[in-house]
C-alpha cells in the first residue's frame, strides 16, 4: 500500500511539471481621483505564460477611455508621464502596473463607481487573446488592497 501511495505522489508531482503556465492578470486595482472629474488609475500584475506576448489594449465598461501610461526620469530629473501602445509581457516573466511605473489611466469614469467596489477590465493581447479580471476600487487616499 505504501509503495501504491508513493506513486502517485509522484505521479501528481510529474503531472505539476507538465502543465504549461499561461498567460494572467492578477492583483488589479484601481484608485480613484481626489478631484471628480480627473482619471482614474489602475494597476495590476500581468504573469507571462509558455511564450512571449504583448498587451496591446485594456478596456473597462466604467471609463469613456482607458490608456496605458509609463511614468520615466525626464532629461532634468522630473517624473513625465507618457502614453504607451503596448506591453512585451516576455515569456514566464512577471512585468508590474504599479504607482510611480506604467499604469493604466482611466478616463470619465462613471460616478456610480465607488471605493470598496469592483469593476471588470478586459486585456487585450496581439494574438487575440482576450483575458478578464476584476479590479478592486480604493478612493484617493486610502491604502492598496491587500493581495
Known amino acids: 500500500m505504501r509503495t501504491f501511495a508513493t506513486f502517485l505522489l509522484a505521479a501528481a508531482a510529474l503531472g505539476g511539471c507538465s502543465q504549461q503556465k499561461q498567460l494572467s492578470v492578477s492583483n488589479a486595482w484601481v484608485r480613484l481621483p481626489a478631484v471628480t472629474g480627473r482619471p482614474a488609475a489602475a494597476y495590476f500584475t500581468i504573469h507571462g505564460g509558455a511564450a512571449d506576448a504583448t498587451l496591446i489594449n485594456i478596456s473597462t465598461d466604467v471609463a469613456v477611455r482607458t490608456e496605458m501610461h509609463e511614468m520615466k ?14 506591453v512585451r509581457v516576455p515569456a514566464r516573466q512577471t512585468v508590474r502596473f504599479a504607482p510611480g511605473g506604467q499604469h493604466a489611466m482611466l478616463f470619465d469614469v462613471n460616478p456610480s463607481v465607488k471605493p470598496g467596489g469592483q469593476i471588470a ?9 482576450r483575458i478578464q479580471q476584476q479590479a478592486d476600487v480604493v478612493g484617493a487616499g486610502d491604502p492598496p488592497p491587500k493581495g
Open 121 to 129: 477590465f478586459t486585456f487585450t493581447f496581439a494574438d487575440g487573446l
Open 73 to 86: 526620469a525626464g532629461a532634468n530629473g522630473a517624473m513625465t508621464m507618457d502614453a504607451i501602445q503596448q
